[in-house]
């Protein structure tokens, strides 16, 4: 569904360019989870964002974002928008984001319902929108559906979010740490919620985290980002099992483990943040 064959992004011209992406392979197929690690500043993001085309400056990355039949780098502004309002959705660390403070979740989600449906009817759209919020874990869902925004928990504004992307019908979910700000419970959860997300709608994921571990838990496969560069790429038991790359058997060793009694190694690296 989606492949990024030898993306590479400059950004920047003359004595300040900077390769910020290098020779970037990967591929996700319908229902599939690809998780992306590394520390910080080592370009996930950036890889994301080459994706949706919402790079700095308006930058375009070179090489080949292929999703479905579609050269991301090539369409239009029209095609571009379609992409980004019916085929994507991208799920970051701050769920405000992706809201309209102003708005009840009740419009945030009907109109997403509509957008994919144009012919569902406000009562069917709510009925389907508390379907939708019930398939999230929201306990609640007609009080959701009355809340704004700032009236939810960062663990209730995620769930909100990716039942969004569901009313939508995207078929490709981008999630950016979509946990980090969680706690550790509802960090979980909200990892249980975006697989079934993901496996009943079909959806393909693609799930950035700095934590290996959390990204293994989360995906099938997992490639490791270092300074701009995949490094290791394969199946997420693999790679945290017998990682082969010396930086992901660092990222490996330097987790803090309760039972390892050998000391913590630092990571070589640029840390951007
Ligand atoms: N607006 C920008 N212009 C130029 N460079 C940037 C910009 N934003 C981030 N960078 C650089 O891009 C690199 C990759 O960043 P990013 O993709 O955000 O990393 P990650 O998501 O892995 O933490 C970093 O070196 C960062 O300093
Ligand atoms: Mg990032």
């Not at 590479?8 to 996700?28: H, M, P, R, Y």
């Not at 080459?50 to 050269?71: A, K, Q, Y």
């Amino acid at each position: 569904m989606l492949t990024l064959e030898n993306v590479g992004l400059v950004i920047g011209s003359g004595s300040s360019a900077k390769t910020l992406l290098e020779d970037i392979n990967l591929q996700v197929g319908p229902g599939e989870s690809l998780g992306l690690v590394g520390e910080s500043g080592s370009g996930k993001s950036m890889t994301l964002r080459s994706i949706l085309r919402t790079l700095p400056g308006g930058s375009v990355p070179s090489g080949s974002v292929r999703f479905r039949d579609r050269e991301i780098p090539s369409l239009s502004r029209e095609e571009l928008r379609r992409f980004r309002a019916a085929d994507v959705s991208m799920i970051s660390q701050n769920p405000m984001a992706a809201l309209n403070p102003v708005l009840r979740v009740e419009r945030f989600l009907i109109e997403g319902i509509q957008a994919a449906k144009p012919r569902t009817s406000a009562a069917e759209a709510r009925q389907t929108a508390l379907g939708l919020l019930a398939d999230v874990g929201i306990h609640d869902p007609e009080r959701c559906l009355r809340s704004y925004p700032h009236q939810l928990s960062g663990g209730m504004l995620q769930r909100v979010v990716i039942a969004g992307s569901v009313a939508r019908g995207s078929s490709l979910l981008l999630a950016d740490e979509p946990t980090t700000a969680l706690d550790v419970t509802t960090q979980s959860d909200v990892v249980a919620i975006l697989n079934e997300a993901r496996t009943e709608a079909g959806m393909a994921m693609i799930f950035v985290a700095h934590d290996l571990d959390l990204a293994a838990a989360a995906c099938q496969r997992i490639a490791v980002m270092n300074k701009g560069r995949i490094v290791e790429a394969g199946p997420a038991g693999e790679v945290l099992g017998s990682p082969r790359h010396e930086y992901t058997q660092m990222l490996v060793a330097s987790k803090p483990s309760l039972t390892r009694r050998t000391p913590l190694r630092p990571i070589p690296g640029e840390a951007a943040e």
